[in-house]
């Protein structure tokens, strides 16, 4: 289970962020270097390789200046992935260090938004759904933050190659007339306790809508979205939740919560959703902003930093106690 996994996981040292440039142009094969989907991991699904005086289209490199480029190679599953830079050549000049280049130019990486629900609060709206009629007191979502979803932006970066009937499916909420979902076991368990509304489901919009757009396959989509949830469950931000149930936390306090989870700045990157329940305000959503590659619970804390600020939506709420009040 998430909730039992060790804390220390998530207190290592932080990898560096990279730093994505955008390229237009071609990369022409030199040698049959391997292509990664994950620089840092060095996961290569299918064991793709180049093929020698193959020409290929280029998406970006990782910094500046570059150690690896960003290719579309066709067939290989998912297309994008990483090559050294050193495995062939470019019809264009690649990014170097420009020290005088304007900092509000930069693009700083591949961007997200995490959202989390408070999922107490959020049952008081959508009582009707399974899950919010199953909440029971000593349940995960009970003092534990909920994965809503992994979204990559911009917002308007939706239903990658989905066939028609399943973006209607998605957007008329027949999510459970989505195709299931390929994940393993210890996925499907854990996705199952940080995402209640997979009951109805959701993680079946939410890989239809968002995850198609994400760059790989199911397993690595959710694979990536339970890491973060981890970092986030056993940070000091998950315990100021749990130790304010029925009682009002401000904006001011989630975001020192967050600098002093997973450093200075953290805090700016985040904005709380609120809804009103009769005489009360209740926060029912985090949305998060990070920026750079996700590899694993270490760097949510980079991921964050590295990210636009938030505009602020809600500036106080109550954090809501589980079961209907």
Request: glycine share 8%; proline share 6%.
């Amino acid at each position: 289970m998430l909730k039992q996994l060790a804390l220390a996981s998530v207190l290592l040292a932080a990898s560096p962020a990279l730093a994505e440039v955008p390229l237009s142009g071609t990369f022409t094969a030199g040698t049959a270097c391997p292509a990664y989907q994950s620089i840092n991991r060095q996961t290569n699904p299918g064991s793709v390789t180049l093929s020698p005086g193959e020409t290929y289209e280029l998406v970006a490199a990782n910094n500046t200046p570059a150690t690896h480029l960003w290719l579309i190679i066709p067939g290989a599953e998912p297309a994008r992935r990483w090559v050294e830079i050193t495995c062939g050549t470019t019809d264009i000049a690649l990014p170097t260090a420009d020290k005088t280049s304007s900092p509000q130019q930069a693009y700083r990486g591949t961007q997200y938004v995490l959202a989390v629900n408070w999922q107490p609060a959020f049952c008081e709206t959508a009582s009707r759904t399974t899950e919010c009629r199953n909440q029971r007191e000593n349940s995960f979502e009970a003092t534990h933050f909920t994965l809503h979803g992994l979204w990559p932006q911009p917002r308007s970066n939706e239903y990658c190659g989905v066939p028609e009937r399943d973006i209607w499916a998605s957007r008329d909420g027949r999510w459970r007339d989505l195709p299931l979902l390929d994940l393993t076991i210890a996925q499907r368990r854990n996705l199952d306790e940080v995402m209640p509304g997979s009951q109805s489901g959701l993680d079946r919009h939410e890989w239809t809508k968002h995850g198609t757009c994400y760059g790989s396959g199911q397993r690595e989509y959710f694979a990536d979205s339970l890491d973060l949830m981890l970092a986030l469950n056993t940070s000091e931000v998950a315990e100021l939740f749990a130790s304010n149930i029925g009682k009002r936390i401000t904006l001011d306090q989630l975001r020192d919560a967050f600098d002093n989870a997973f450093g200075p700045g953290s805090g700016e990157r985040v904005t709380m959703s609120c809804e009103r329940d009769g005489n009360r305000t209740l926060i029912t959503e985090l949305r998060i902003n990070l920026t750079g590659e996700i590899a694993g619970p270490d760097n949510f804390g980079t991921l964050l930093r590295a990210a636009n600020p938030a505009e602020i939506e809600c500036r106080s709420g109550q954090v809501d106690a589980v079961g209907l009040q």
